[in-house]
């Protein structure tokens, strides 16, 4: 069974900083790529990151490019989100995703599965 479990979220103030982790069980996460996904409140699932199986190439939402940073652990089965200089509109609901379709295709595609873990709640607020 595919496990995925987000934490790290908290409330901080404009320009802080979180790491975000995943940790993934139930299936070869080193053969997939992974993302992460936010929702926030009234809206719908917005793509954030992708990372390759391999954590060599990444890709970003332009809506957080060069602030956030995706990595991965391939030998602790682990996904991380480094998020810097938040903003208010960061606030949501974080989660990790398997891959449907390689993290190149995300930027314009769907590309990631609708199973999630809990999430972990991202609060921005000064």
């Known amino acids: 069974e595919v496990q995925l479990v987000e934490s790290g979220g908290g409330m901080v103030q404009p320009g802080g900083s979180l790491k975000l982790s995943c940790a993934a069980s139930?299936?070869?996460?080193?053969?997939?790529?992974m993302s992460w996904v936010r929702q926030a409140p009234g809206k719908g699932p917005e793509w954030v990151a992708a990372?390759?199986?391999?954590?060599?190439?990444?890709y970003y939402a332009d809506s957080v490019k060069g602030r956030f940073t995706i990595s991965r652990d391939n030998a602790k089965n682990t996904l991380y989100l480094q998020l810097n200089s938040l903003k208010p509109e960061d606030t949501a609901l974080y989660y990790c995703?398997?891959?449907?379709?390689?993290?190149?295709?995300?930027?314009?595609?769907?590309?990631?599965?609708?199973?999630w873990g809990q999430g972990t709640q991202v609060t921005v607020s000064s």
């Open positions: 990372i390759h199986l391999s954590g060599g190439r990444t």
């Open positions: 139930g299936f070869t996460f080193s053969s997939t790529d």
């Open positions: 995703s398997r891959n449907a379709l390689p993290a190149d295709f995300c930027s314009v595609s769907k590309c990631y599965e609708n199973h």
